[in-house]
């Protein structure tokens, strides 16, 4: 993968249907491949991905509260002793913190409303120096553009001085919701983002710069990017980033929409490597089967961009071998009876025997000998 241009680090979980309740981590859960509760254990993963690629760099069960604290249905499954009840953002951003200290390419975080409307989540990540840009529900509050909050209340001389700040009946912050429905019409710009399989994919975006009200302190101002499809009677999404202050709508809207990438990771990884096909129970089971699946998977994507830079994949040319390569099991051609005509010497050694060969004549006879 090219990771000089545009990085991202996609985060999200994906859910495997099961019918009983010995697999490891199984409960009644929100399983997003079919958008509703069942039945199923859901592994939470970070993709690094390119505008050309993707593929996990990190994978992990998430073990529901009720199994962290059986300790039969543990033991049975054998999941280490370490591991504690934590939830998928806490997965997630384990992960990434893992993938700092490893040296990973840094790129801008993408995700879905259930990591990103979490506030401490996103401080998070900007305590680890990473951009992000994540989806938040409707419900998020934030400061329009221009407005905040009072400033702490003055000190009077005596005790610690104040540093909340305040609101008053005539400065609240609005949920993203009500102030994408306060925006006039020509806030919201069409742009497209990609080409789709029949025409290139599009939407009515507004961006704007806010501040999120959650707590009492001042926080930094961020992109808030609201989508606005012409067929729905209000908006739809809504997106908060700590991208640059600069930062073009058009690559704003790149950014949130590279997510889409995982998607085809799962879609690829369950289809065509078997990933939801894990019949054991166990704790380790369970992961290496899924380490086996992504490291086959991470070696198509591979192939799948070398092809993509030359017209004849198929006729690519092969790499030449050393000279003493020996196909395994074959003899030493030192212990051969002529060791000269060894089937498994290099090219050049074979001919330069043949040249050093006196061969006798042995034509026929020009008369026929008969008894």
């Given at each position: 993968m090219d990771l000089k241009g545009e990085v991202y680090w996609i985060v999200d979980d994906t859910g495997f249907r099961k019918k009983g309740k010995h697999s490891v981590g199984v409960a009644r859960q929100y399983c997003g491949e079919i958008g509703k509760q069942d039945n199923c254990q859901v592994a939470v993963s970070v993709s690094l991905a390119t505008p050309a690629a993707s593929v996990p760099i990190a994978f992990g069960l998430y073990l529901p509260e009720a199994w962290a604290a059986d300790a039969a249905k543990r033991e049975k499954a054998g999941v280490p002793e370490e591991i504690a009840f934590t939830t998928k953002p806490e997965i997630a951003l384990a992960q990434m913190q893992a993938a700092c200290a490893a040296g990973v390419v840094r790129g801008t975080v993408l995700a879905d409303a259930a990591y990103g409307s979490n506030t401490a989540w996103r401080d998070a990540l900007t305590a680890l120096e990473l951009t992000y840009a994540v989806g938040i529900v409707s419900s998020v509050k934030?400061?329009?553009?221009?407005?905040?909050?009072?400033?702490?209340?003055?000190?009077?001389?005596?005790?610690?001085?104040?540093?909340?700040?305040?609101?008053?009946?005539?400065?609240?912050?609005?949920?993203?919701?009500?102030?994408?429905?306060?925006?006039?019409?020509?806030?919201?710009?069409?742009?497209?983002?990609?080409?789709?399989?029949?025409?290139?994919?599009?939407?009515?975006?507004?961006?704007?710069?806010?501040?999120?009200?959650?707590?009492?302190?001042?926080?930094?101002?961020?992109?808030?990017?609201?989508?606005?499809?012409?067929?729905?009677?209000?908006?739809?999404?809504?997106?908060?980033?700590?991208?640059?202050?600069?930062?073009?709508?058009?690559?704003?809207?790149?950014?949130?929409?590279?997510?889409?990438?995982?998607?085809?990771?799962?879609?690829?990884?369950?289809?065509?490597?078997?990933?939801?096909?894990?019949?054991?129970?166990?704790?380790?089971?369970?992961h290496h089967h899924a380490t086996l699946c992504i490291a086959a998977y991470g070696f198509l994507v591979a192939e799948r961009l070398r092809g993509a830079h030359q017209k004849k994949p198929s006729q690519r040319p092969q790499p030449a071998l050393p000279e003493d390569y020996r196909p395994r099991g074959a003899a030493d051609a030192g212990s051969a009876p002529c060791s000269g005509l060894d089937r498994d010497a290099a090219l050049d050694n074979r001919r330069r025997n043949r040249s050093d060969t006196t061969w006798n004549d042995v034509s026929a006879p020009s008369y026929l000998m008969t008894q």
């Open positions: 934030v400061w329009p553009p221009g407005q905040t909050p009072e400033p702490p209340a003055p000190w009077k001389g005596k005790g610690r001085p104040a540093i909340r700040h305040r609101r008053t009946a005539d400065r609240q912050p609005q949920s993203v919701e009500a102030l994408a429905q306060s925006l006039p019409r020509r806030a919201f710009r069409t742009v497209s983002w990609r080409e789709g399989s029949n025409a290139a994919l599009s939407g009515r975006f507004a961006a704007l710069r806010v501040r999120a009200a959650q707590g009492d302190r001042l926080r930094q101002e961020e992109w808030l990017l609201i989508e606005w499809p012409k067929s729905e009677d209000k908006s739809t999404r809504y997106f908060l980033s700590n991208l640059p202050a600069n930062t073009l709508r058009k690559d704003l809207v790149n950014t949130v929409k590279a997510r889409w990438r995982i998607e085809r990771d799962y879609q690829d990884l369950k289809q065509e490597f078997g990933l939801d096909h894990y019949e054991g129970r166990g704790w380790r089971g369970f």
